[in-house]
């Protein structure tokens, strides 16, 4: 019996969600609640649209000449891991399509109870790359800012690092909240702790959302807060090293 998945969107040709040009599928559900979230639309695991894993993989495929040599699917969300058992099924078809698969998540899911864990130990084997969101280092403002604390995200940095699964690391710029140059050189100095990382990246805060909450009757938290400036961005930039990590999948 298939697996079915809820879908929120697709967009054909992604160029920033990993190498070369992405089919991007984002799914619905997530277990935070981030007070800079861009897709409050994706939150409740019931919206979007039923999907089994094989007939999105046939609509991805429909797009593959545009994708060269890096190219591939990415699945972002909502929180692709809070449906792991879509997401496994949906790698493995694509593995067996030679397609190169991404998952853009913030970890929330992550827990080595012996069910899920053995489901995400399976899912990494059909897995090239995962875009990783580090929301903030410290444990207390982490929960402040997306609702859950991050000790069990970080373990999931730690494991990836153990079976050497090649991450990308992106850090939201939020002045006032992660722009703080103490909490920026924590979170370099975790990463550096790593091996696995291949680029780091600053994503300044942006208000571009607003009109999604409205539409959906939702309190935006973050309407006073601007965006920050180039001198912050290039400070950000500059304490995580960014300039450092410059690979791809070849390395």
């Known amino acids: 019996m298939a697996t079915i998945g809820k879908v929120s969107k697709f967009e054909t040709f992604g160029s920033v ?15 935070m609640r981030c007070l800079f ?54 790698f493995k078809r694509a593995k067996e399509e030679g397609v190169h698969t991404c998952i853009d998540t913030s970890g929330g899911p992550f827990n080595r109870s012996p069910a899920w864990f053995s489901k995400f130990e399976a899912l990494m084997q059909y897995t090239d790359l995962l875009l990783m969101d580090i929301k903030h280092i410290d444990a ?16 999931l940095f730690h ?36 091996h696995n990382v291949r680029r780091v990246e600053i994503l300044p805060y942006h208000a571009l959302a607003i009109s999604k909450y409205e539409n959906l009757g939702i309190p ?18 500059d304490i995580l090293e960014t300039a450092t990590y410059t690979g791809f999948l070849s390395d």
Not at 174 to 194: E, K
Not at 220 to 237: D, G
């Open 17 to 31: 969600d990993g190498p070369g040009v992405r089919f991007l599928i984002f799914l619905q559900g997530c277990p």
């Open 37 to 90: 979230c861009h897709n409050p639309e994706t939150w409740e695991g019931t919206g979007g649209e039923a999907w089994t894993a094989e007939d999105v993989l046939k609509k991805a495929l429909r797009y593959r000449e545009y994708w060269g040599e890096k190219g591939g699917i990415t699945v972002s969300g909502g929180e692709p891991l809070a449906q792991i058992d879509f997401l496994l099924e949906l």
């Open 140 to 155: 207390t403002e982490h929960k402040k800012l997306t609702g859950m604390s991050n000790e069990h995200i970080i373990d």
């Open 159 to 194: 494991y990836l690092d153990s079976i050497n699964k090649p991450i990308w690391i992106r850090h939201v710029l939020v002045p006032g909240i992660s722009d703080n140059d103490a909490y920026l050189a924590r979170t370099r100095d975790f990463i550096r702790t790593l």
């Open 220 to 237: 935006y938290p973050l309407k006073e807060t601007e965006m920050p400036s180039a001198e912050r961005i290039k400070n950000a930039n």
